[in-house]
């Protein structure tokens, strides 16, 4: 054991890691394109863009260059009375490339602060007009991540049951499969009408941690449609959709009604320094200008408006303005619908699912889908010894790959997959 692991043992507390069981963890030594490298030399293709951040392979030359060049210019300061050349240039290219109604850019640390600032945001947007509502509607299945709020408008389950006394009340809709889109929009009207919601916040067309189920633009158009019917703000939790994901900037691109408020972060830096970006409208921003301090939004994070990780953004944006980042998403998703077709009669596979450089593959199982589905290990490891880093959602193996993997290395991943399906026969 190496006398990193021996200290990581000792001391080091992983994220949603059993540490009883949990098994060694890799020990890299360096990340290069679309690849890690442990102290062994064994290399890793990253299928899953570490925890689905990366987007244009590790340690790109360009982004390397621009948080160079930014360090020894502002490294971190203050966000509340100052201002920075980066964090401004982000903010205007940012709304530039949402809908025209987007205007107010929020930074925060990730993405379940960019959450958690979106919740705080309606709540107060409503309170500030002094018509507090306090029920927000969400979908079954969500994830919106690890804080308070953001665990409250998530799934309630075994991720979080320890906490479910100290959530506030939320109200759910079932998800909305092609069975259930005129039900769930009933039950949206008849929640809506009661004039007690605040806001209605989605994973735009992919619940993602859910197992990469995916919905259609059309049922969400309805839903928003029927949000503004009744005044109820929209909150689109685009921390995972964005930034070529589902194979435009962001999942909203897929519809014609869009949200009020935006979360952004993970493929914001390109993945390589955390920042969470929550975008309002002016009509959101506007009920908080008031004469008594009270009414603005009090919340704030010490590191918010880093200019290391804004300029970590202005270069990932850079990249994605020059075009071939644009040919390398449209080159993956055409093959995983290539190899969607390929599989979908497979006799192993209950569904597969593709939108833009996501695939997800689900598996039967005796267990029926769940998280914690004992194929789950045996797919990690089995992936693993073969030089493939993917974390399989229960049953459900899924890539959602740096745009630097070439069709060869995506060859040999989906050969890998078919192997490991292959080897539950035996
Ligand atoms: C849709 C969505 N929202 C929020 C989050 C939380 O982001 P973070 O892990 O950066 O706090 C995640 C993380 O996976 C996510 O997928």
Same mark, same amino acid.
């Given at each position: 054991?190496?006398?990193?692991?021996?200290?990581?043992?000792?001391?080091?507390?992983?994220? +949603?890691?059993?540490?009883?069981?949990?098994?060694?963890?890799?020990?890299?030594?360096?990340?290069?394109?679309?690849? #890690?490298?442990?102290?062994?030399?064994?290399?890793?293709?990253?299928?899953?863009?570490?925890?689905?951040?990366?987007?244009?392979?590790?340690?790109?030359?360009?982004?390397?260059?621009?948080?160079?060049?930014?360090?020894?210019?502002?490294?971190?300061?203050?966000?509340?009375?100052?201002?920075?050349?980066?964090?401004?240039?982000? =903010?205007?290219? /940012?709304?530039?490339?949402?809908?025209?109604?987007?205007?107010?850019?929020?930074?925060?640390?990730? @993405?379940?602060?960019? /959450?958690?600032?979106?919740?705080?945001?309606?709540?107060?947007?409503?309170?500030?007009?002094?018509?507090?509502?306090?029920?927000?509607?969400?979908?079954? @299945? $969500?994830?919106?991540?690890?804080?308070?709020?953001?665990?409250?408008? @998530?799934?309630?389950?075994?991720?979080?049951?320890?906490?479910?006394?100290?959530?506030?009340?939320?109200?759910? #809709?079932?998800?909305?499969?092609?069975?259930?889109?005129?039900?769930?929009?009933?039950?949206?009207?008849? !929640?809506?009408?009661?004039?007690?919601?605040?806001?209605?916040?989605?994973?735009?067309?992919?619940?993602?941690?859910?197992?990469?189920?995916?919905?259609?633009?059309?049922?969400?158009?309805? !839903?928003?449609?029927?949000?503004?019917?009744?005044?109820?703000?929209?909150?689109?939790?685009? /921390?995972?959709?964005?930034?070529?994901?589902?194979?435009?900037?962001? $999942?909203?691109?897929?519809?014609?009604?869009?949200?009020?408020?935006?979360?952004?972060?993970?493929?914001?830096?390109?993945?390589? &320094?955390? !920042?969470?970006?929550?975008? $309002?409208?002016?009509?959101?921003?506007? =009920?908080?200008?008031?004469?008594?301090?009270?009414?603005?939004?009090?919340?704030?994070?010490?590191?918010?408006?880093?200019?290391?990780?804004?300029?970590?953004?202005? =270069?990932?944006?850079?990249? +994605? %303005?020059?075009?071939?980042?644009?040919?390398?998403?449209?080159?993956?998703?055409?093959?995983? !619908?290539?190899?969607?077709?390929?599989? $979908?009669?497979?006799?192993?596979?209950?569904?597969?699912? /593709?939108?833009?450089? *996501?695939?997800?593959? %689900?598996?039967?199982?005796?267990?029926?889908?769940?998280?914690?589905?004992?194929?789950?290990?045996?797919?990690?490891?089995?992936?693993?010894?073969?030089?493939?880093?993917?974390?399989?959602?229960?049953? &459900?193996?899924?890539?959602?790959?740096?745009?630097?993997?070439?069709?060869?290395?995506?060859?040999?991943?989906?050969?890998?997959?078919? %192997?490991? *399906?292959?080897?539950?026969?035996?």
């Amino acid at each position: 054991m190496s006398s990193v692991l021996e200290k990581d043992k000792q001391h080091v507390w992983h994220p +949603f890691t059993q540490m009883k069981t949990a098994g060694e963890p890799l020990d890299i030594v360096k990340a290069k394109g679309s690849y #890690l490298y442990d102290r062994e030399g064994k290399s890793y293709l990253d299928c899953n863009s570490s925890w689905w951040v990366n987007v244009h392979g590790h340690c790109h030359a360009h982004m390397t260059k621009k948080i160079t060049e930014q360090i020894k210019q502002i490294d971190h300061i203050i966000f509340a009375g100052a201002t920075h050349e980066q964090a401004v240039k982000l =903010a205007d290219r /940012v709304v530039k490339l949402l809908p025209d109604h987007f205007q107010k850019v929020f930074f925060s640390d990730n @993405g379940s602060t960019a /959450v958690e600032v979106a919740i705080k945001m309606v709540f107060q947007y409503w309170y500030n007009l002094n018509q507090p509502k306090k029920r927000i509607l969400a979908l079954e @299945g $969500a994830y919106h991540g690890d804080t308070f709020g953001a665990m409250s408008v @998530g799934q309630r389950d075994y991720f979080n049951k320890p906490f479910e006394p100290f959530f506030f009340d939320v109200d759910y #809709l079932d998800f909305p499969s092609k069975e259930k889109e005129e039900s769930t929009l009933l039950r949206a009207e008849e !929640l809506f009408k009661t004039n007690e919601f605040a806001a209605v916040i989605v994973e735009p067309l992919v619940q993602g941690s859910a197992g990469m189920y995916m919905y259609s633009a059309s049922w969400l158009n309805e !839903l928003v449609k029927i949000a503004r019917k009744y005044n109820v703000k929209v909150i689109f939790d685009e /921390v995972m959709t964005a930034w070529g994901r589902t194979g435009t900037y962001f $999942a909203m691109d897929h519809c014609d009604e869009k949200p009020d408020i935006v979360c952004l972060s993970k493929g914001l830096t390109g993945g390589v &320094i955390p !920042l969470g970006l929550t975008v $309002a409208t002016d009509e959101i921003y506007n =009920a908080f200008l008031s004469d008594e301090k009270a009414k603005a939004l009090l919340h704030g994070h010490s590191f918010t408006g880093n200019a290391i990780a804004c300029a970590a953004a202005n =270069a990932s944006l850079d990249l +994605f %303005e020059i075009g071939y980042t644009w040919k390398r998403v449209a080159r993956i998703g055409k093959k995983h !619908l290539t190899f969607q077709k390929e599989i $979908a009669n497979h006799k192993a596979i209950k569904d597969v699912r /593709v939108l833009g450089t *996501i695939i997800a593959i %689900e598996l039967y199982t005796e267990e029926g889908s769940s998280y914690f589905a004992s194929i789950r290990d045996k797919a990690y490891n089995f992936f693993l010894e073969k030089g493939l880093l993917i974390r399989p959602l229960g049953n &459900i193996i899924f890539l959602n790959p740096p745009y630097s993997f070439k069709d060869e290395e995506l060859d040999v991943v989906y050969g890998t997959i078919l %192997e490991f *399906i292959e080897s539950l026969k035996a």
